[in-house]
């Protein structure tokens, strides 16, 4: 798997795609002009990372529903199900941006203000359980055993799981939540990844199930990789490093914001 982050061939493809990106670059100057070039631009990188990264995400998806197909009795998904969406997890910054850029550009502006309440009131219950969680929280800040007893006591819905039980963000939910109710393994190092769908392993014990065999190691070093470009291009302040959704996605809705403000389409 070929991360696309090395330095590129300049093929006919490549010139168009940045003359592209320069074109819109200065046609967004000409429509805001109270917007410095370096935001803009780095609004561009962001969209252009969000963009390749779904292609990431789109390899774990096929994945997971040629799994269901083969062994249908093992993957205990369906639409609708949500077993799996009410623990506290982490994610990285490029999945809290993915998710951000969905609720900005995807959801109506009441199911937003509700799914934006919903994250501020889980990191008031987080903090509430522990006072060093600040916004911009990390989890290696308080360690990962401080982080499982978290998500040990903290037993609220994901923010972003909807009244009716759907996911308000689904084609923008994480990569965590895309692998959930199966186990992967490794195809280098054989490494199985856990499972957190609390219906998989009993659904395994009784039909039998033959892990998903991926390359994991790339899809981390990809990950890795987006991420850190992610960083380089976002606001100045936000850090490397797993957060729980919640924190992640009010770090990164001032730059959607902005975004959302001078561009066109948004609900
Ligand atoms: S992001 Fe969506 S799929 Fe993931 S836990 Fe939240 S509601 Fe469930």
């Not at 997890?89 to 109506?108: C, H, N």
């Not at 195809?187 to 994991?216: I, M, N, Q, W």
């Not at 009010?250 to 001078?262: I, Q």
Request: aromatic letters at 10%.
């Amino acid at each position: 798997m070929k991360c696309g982050l090395e330095t590129p061939a300049l093929t006919p493809g490549l010139v168009h795609s940045t003359l592209g990106v320069m074109f819109s670059l200065l046609d967004r100057l000409w429509i805001n002009c109270n917007r410095s070039p370096g935001d803009l631009l780095k609004e561009e990188v962001i969209k252009i990372l969000l963009k390749r990264y779904r292609t990431v995400l789109e390899r774990i998806d096929a994945a997971f529903d040629q799994a269901r197909e083969d062994q249908p009795d093992a993957i205990p998904c369906y639409a609708g199900c949500s077993r799996c969406c009410y623990a506290l997890f982490a994610v990285r910054p490029i999945d809290a941006a993915l998710i951000t850029e969905g609720l900005q550009t995807k959801v109506s502006r009441d199911d937003r203000e509700e799914i934006l309440e919903n994250c501020r009131n889980v990191f008031t219950t987080v903090q509430s359980e522990d006072p060093e969680i600040t916004p911009g929280f990390r989890v290696h800040q308080i360690g990962r055993s401080a982080f499982d007893r978290l998500v040990e006591t903290v037993r609220l819905p994901c923010p972003f799981l909807t009244r009716e039980g759907w996911c308000g963000v689904y084609a923008y939910r994480p990569r965590i939540c895309r692998l959930a109710g199966a186990i992967f393994k490794d195809v280098a190092t054989g490494d199985e990844l856990e499972d957190y769908c609390p219906l998989g392993e009993s659904a395994r014990e009784k039909h039998g199930f033959c892990p998903v065999a991926f390359d994991l190691s790339t899809m981390y070093a990809t990950m890795m990789e987006f991420d850190e470009a992610c960083l380089r291009a976002a606001p100045v302040g936000l850090q490397s490093g797993y957060t729980f959704p919640a924190a992640g996605v009010l770090e990164w809705v001032p730059f959607f914001e902005s975004t959302r403000d001078n561009s066109s389409g948004a609900p």
